[in-house]
């Protein structure tokens, strides 16, 4: 990924061959609870936070003191995470009992596997409006075309979410403006949102905060001599 013309390493990279899968799934788990606080989602208690040995007993339950050798010394010992559904978890926008998403790890990639979890969504009830896919595989074209055509589906890849991108060097502090705090700066700066810089739908921070057309983001920066610059982009054109 990039950010004003930077790579953002690690992000979207694959230099992760030192790290074992269930290592890697416990930081892209906390980098999700990470990016759902910021768009507004209640975080579930028993998906933020959690300690690796915590992650293995309660989610993949596969407590480590079953896994031989010091941690991180004997990686190889650890289990291989072939089932990632006990990672899956719902939740819901603060106050908002109608907006309620699931968060779905998958190893699958063929569109009649990636279909079945709109099916998934409607049996689970809850009125699950939205998806985020988290995929250990790249999708097949089919699948990336079906995705594109239902937008109740948001695709990550795991890659991607191993570090949490708010915390990259190069990224600066971001909030998304609501509705209100939206008008009023248009108001007060007697512009409009077409002429404000722009964000694509492809942009890393537009995918991290889950930003749609007309959104408004603020963004600070803050420089060695302690003296801080905001300024305000729209997401504005797909991709």
Known sequence: GTWEGRTLQGWGQSNQADMHDSERLHMILQTVCNM????????????????????????????????????????????????????NFKTRLHGEDDDTLLVAFTNAKQQQAISAYLDEMESLGDHIVKCILIT?????????????????????SEGRLVMDLPKHQYVPACRVLSGEEASKFLAAHRTNA??????????????????????????????????????????????
Do not use: C
């Open 136 to 156: 250990s595989d790249t999708l097949t074209a089919p699948a990336r075309s079906f995705v594109r055509q239902n937008r109740q589906f948001e695709v990550f």
């Open 194 to 239: 077409s002429q404000m810089p722009r964000l694509t739908g492809s942009d890393p921070i537009s995918q991290y905060y889950g930003l749609q057309r007309g959104n408004l983001l603020h963004v600070t920066r803050t420089y060695g001599n302690g003296l801080s610059w905001g300024s305000v982009r729209v997401r504005n054109s797909d991709p």
């Open 36 to 87: 759902l606080r910021a768009r507004g989602y209640v975080v579930p208690s028993d998906r933020d936070g959690l300690t690796l040995e915590q992650f293995h007993r309660d989610l993949l339950q596969t407590p480590m003191d079953n896994v031989e050798g010091p941690m991180f010394l004997h990686l190889d010992e650890f289990p291989t995470v072939k089932n990632r559904h006990n990672l």
